[in-house]
């Protein structure tokens, strides 16, 4: 359907891509339960791998269920393809080992998903690629990074888990001024496409978290990676194929399928419950700060009205100390306690000692993450009785 192309994300998360399934006329897509493929002969066989005829092979490579996924977040992400991997962390690691190599030199935002820091931080390193972690919100910062052997910019925006804001059109141009191969990377995992396109904005390679948002039903681990045909078709034979394997499967692919048909839906009421929370924590005494890009006095507010659609679902805020944070999460008794984000439950967790563990003190410092700082992912309850569970928390810590 080939006009899906110029209709809302509603439709085309509904609607978007060609199904090859023509056998019983269902309405959702089958799931291909299947590792490999039988070929007619050896010689159809030979053809497939030779890349002279068309038609699937074993599903590290390409499997039915996941191509029609994988053609409908790149029509949400405005890309030319996109590349399905079993996690976030899959997407993110292919990406990279993809684009970098030893000798080359990866510039990234010092706040980021713990895991991802790790990968940057401990794992590429270990193999001859330098990394500079800096704050891309900081213009000159980014100007003053580039080197001759940069190969990547890596950021997140909203970023996890303060929720910090970089001007991706902005970093986007510099990078690419200074060399056009470059390629600039954005996770866009807490905007989701409903809210930022980073290709439009210049980037080059958007990566996701699909166990987040695009899911949204919190029981699939899955991520993506979108960007143009060329770089997604090495995406899928060097990185997927040969460096990770970090194949999805098609249990899941169905699963995220059902979650984005509600995606446009989803993702506007998580926004409406978080500002409603948001008010009710700026309020609250016993916050001392609340992180949130909606609001005026957030660094980012202004560069995120201007790139986003709307400010996000996703909140932190500090209070006095960590076991305060502790105490506080103890006490909630609709909001629940774990890590993830996107879900329609409302899940608190604590950034220092879980998602962020990967970080020594002193680089959660650099990356202004304080001890004290709760994040919270607000779900799709009723706004007025998560924040009647807030107050019931708050008075007994
Ligand atoms: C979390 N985040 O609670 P998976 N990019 C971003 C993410 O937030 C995440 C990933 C990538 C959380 C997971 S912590 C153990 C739980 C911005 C994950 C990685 O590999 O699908 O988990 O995505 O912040």
Known sequence: MEDVKNMSIATKAIHGGVSKEKGYGSLSMPIYQTSTFVFETAEQGGRRFAGEEEGYIYSRLGNPTISLLEEKIALLEGAEACVAFSSGMGAISSTLWTIAAAGKHIIADSTLY???FALLNHGMTRYGVEVSFIDTSDLDQVKNALKDNTCAVYLESPANPTLKIEDIAEVAKIAHDFNKDIK????????????????????????????????????????????????????????????TGAVLGPQEAFLIMRGLKTLALRVPKHVENAKKIVEYLVSEPKVKKVYYPGLEDHPGHDIAAKQMADFGGMVAFEVESREAGAALCNALELCTCAVSLGDAETLIEHPASMTHSPYTAEELAEAGIPEGLIRLAVGLEEADELIADFKQAFAKI
Do not use: W
């Open 114 to 116: 713990g895991c991802t």
């Open 184 to 243: 600039v990377v954005v996770d866009n995992t807490f905007a989701t496409p409903v809210l930022q396109k980073p290709l439009e904005l210049g980037a080059d390679v958007v990566v996701h978290s699909a166990t987040k948002y695009l899911n949204g039903h919190g029981d699939v681990i899955a991520g993506f990676a979108c960007g143009t045909a060329e770089f997604m078709a090495e995406m899928r034979l060097f990185g997927l194929k040969d460096m």
